[in-house]
């Protein structure tokens, strides 16, 4: 399987996921389309530094060819795939009540250490 069916594959399956199977409709709103060229600005400048400097590398046979900021014009549709269908679970989630009112955790075992062995501040 090429490097360009698989993102394609991708970008489908995310799609089908939103729109079908968890309904949440996103590719729909206006205010994804709004706020997704901010994601892919980041996209393009990690892209761009790990392909720029040959720290990912792609074989020619599996893409098509066209890059942006030195990446595959395929890791644009992998990126939209990963964004698209983190945010459908995210929203779906929300829908059926999974912590509808945000709430921070206590933390890990090293912050509760932390906070213990705190000692006040001495002024001078």
């Known amino acids: 399987m090429s490097y360009t069916f698989a993102a394609v594959l991708g970008v489908v399956g995310a799609v089908l996921i939103d729109l079908v199977v968890l309904r949440t409709r996103l590719v729909l709103r206006a205010v994804f389309w709004a706020t997704y060229p901010i994601i892919v600005g980041f996209q393009l400048l990690s892209n761009g530094i790990l392909t720029g400097r040959?720290?990912?590398?792609?074989?020619?046979?599996?893409?098509?060819?066209?890059?942006?900021?030195?990446?595959?014009?395929?890791?644009?549709?992998?990126?939209?795939?990963?964004?698209?269908?983190?945010?459908?679970?995210?929203?779906?989630?929300?829908?059926r009540g999974v912590q509808r009112e945000p709430a921070a955790g206590t933390g890990d075992w090293l912050l509760t250490w932390l906070r213990r062995r705190r000692r006040p501040a001495v002024s001078s």
């Not at 030195?70 to 945010?87: C, H, I, K, R, S």
């Open 54 to 95: 040959d720290i990912v590398r792609y074989d020619p046979a599996a893409i098509i060819g066209l890059r942006i900021a030195y990446a595959p014009v395929e890791d644009l549709l992998f990126g939209f795939a990963m964004v698209l269908f983190t945010l459908s679970v995210w929203v779906w989630l929300g829908r």
